[in-house]
């Protein structure tokens, strides 16, 4: 069995993240500060990119994804001797993850959905969908996401990298998947 698109789908899901900025994960950047385990969604590390600098950032690890093993994961992949969180995964035209977006086209497509706007780009617009629906203020919704700060206020006065993680946790948190 591949983990790849297990753990992939799973980062989408919980994270809002990109497809891309899930599947370019290095070990290292997963870590902890203040007793919060996050990721580190950068283009620092070799082959790694980002769709604009405000894409850069630290997410919290949802607990869900915690719940269900991904620190033993990314534990695994480690003792492996792998610097990349998914090793399996080779960088293509369309970056480390374009495999497992077609993985998960052709599972939805199996289970009987036609909706072509069910893809695993799908997943990010409904937890970004069920964070303002859940009332996690728009700031930092735009904050986990990585969308560039909307207004003058977010803009300017907002140093972002000065937000504690625990106030992205607290928003994260509330997202609820039922």
């Not at 959905?113 to 203020?137: M, Q």
């Amino acid at each position: 069995m591949h983990p790849e698109p297990y753990w992939l789908a799973l980062i989408c899901l919980f994270q809002v993240c990109r497809r891309e900025e899930a599947g370019q994960l290095a070990i290292k950047d997963i870590g902890k500060a203040d007793g919060i385990t996050y990721l580190q969604i950068t283009d620092e590390g070799e082959d790694q990119a980002l769709k604009n600098q405000g894409n850069k950032r630290r997410l919290p690890v949802h607990s869900s994804l915690i719940q269900l093993g991904f620190l033993e994961y990314v534990e695994s992949v480690k003792a492996a001797g792998h610097t990349r969180l998914f090793p399996q995964l080779k960088h293509g035209a369309n970056g480390y993850s374009d495999s497992v977006g077609k993985f998960f086209s052709r599972l939805v497509t199996k289970a009987g959905l036609s909706d072509p706007a069910l893809v695993l780009h799908s997943l990010r617009h409904g937890g970004i969908t069920k964070l303002t629906s859940a009332g996690v203020p728009h700031n930092v919704c735009e904050m986990i996401a990585g969308h560039s700060a909307s207004g003058v206020h977010s803009q300017v006065y907002i140093h972002r990298d000065n937000i504690p993680l625990s106030l992205l946790r607290d928003g994260l948190e509330r997202l609820a998947l039922s």
